[in-house]
């Protein structure tokens, strides 16, 4: 078990590839929800919708700097 965990997160990159799906569903989450509750446009909504593209951005940057560390090993 604890080598196909093992395999999964250093070999396969699992983690980064989990966390960029957490990531994208979550933002899909919030949107649908904000989307069906939000009737007028206000600083909560413009303020949700901020910090939603920031975790996004945080998840990517983190991906990619991954990445980078893996290729110059």
Known sequence: ????????FNKHKGARRT???WAVLLITWT??????LVTVVD???VTLA??????LATVI???QWSRIQ???E
């Open 1 to 8: 078990m604890l080598q196909l965990l093992d395999s999964y």
């Open 19 to 21: 966390l960029l799906l």
């Open 31 to 36: 949107v649908i929800k904000v989307v069906n």
């Open 43 to 45: 600083g909560h909504a």
């Open 50 to 55: 901020g910090l939603v593209i920031g975790l």
């Open 61 to 63: 940057a983190f991906y």
């Open 70 to 72: 893996d290729k110059d």
